[in-house]
């Protein structure tokens, strides 16, 4: 090790800024290609080779050599690199299950919703005539004075019809018709 190299170590170990500067300058370019070839992110190893640099500055390590410095520096990249990869693959892996999951729960949700219906559909099948009539008309969304004049029956018929369809079909399919209810105000 020259005079000048065995100068900048001690200085390093005295946290003087210039010398840090300084080493900063010459071995940034090299540890950030180093680091880029291992994550293939230019930001990411421009981002590790910065948080190394951090770190040896605010370690307390005493650096015996220049080249033992320089072993160190690369060291840090390395071991950061592969602790990026490490954690981006448990995210990428986190990511996969987490939309393989909203799949199943939108499957099952979808299987409930079609049970449901298949339900209600079977039970408003068993309703009376003109009380099911009403009753579907409910169901595509018509409004009471709509029904009434569709039908023509009034009002207060319609509401009847309405309020004995929910108690049979309450009686009939009891929690099925509640989680109906749920499911289509969603």
């Avoid at 080493?23 to 080779?49: H, K, N, P, T, W």
């Avoid at 909203?102 to 049970?115: A, G, H, P, T």
């Avoid at 309020?163 to 018709?177: P, S, W, Y």
């Amino acid at each position: 090790m020259n005079d000048s190299e065995q100068d900048i170590i001690q200085r390093i170990n005295v946290k003087d800024e210039k010398a840090f500067h300084d080493l900063f300058m010459r071995f940034r370019s090299y540890l950030v290609l180093f680091a880029m070839r291992r994550v293939g992110q230019l930001e990411v190893a421009e981002d590790i080779v910065q948080e190394v640099f951090i770190t040896v500055w605010e370690s307390k390590k005493v650096y015996n050599s220049y080249q033992g410095f320089k072993a160190y520096l690369y060291d840090l990249v390395q071991n950061r690199c592969l602790n990026y990869l490490k954690h981006k693959t448990v995210e990428e892996k986190y990511v996969s299950y987490v939309k393989v999951t909203e799949e199943e729960v939108e499957r099952e949700y979808d299987l409930m919703q079609e049970e449901i219906y298949r339900e209600l559909y079977l039970a408003v099948r068993e309703l009376p005539e003109k009380c099911r009539g009403v009753f579907e008309l409910h169901l595509e969304g018509k409004k009471n004075d709509e029904i009434a004049e569709i039908l023509g029956i009034s009002v207060l018929t319609v509401k009847s019809h309405k309020q004995n369809a929910i108690h049979f079909l309450k009686e009939r399919i009891g929690n099925l018709f509640l989680l109906y209810w749920y499911v289509h105000e969603i």
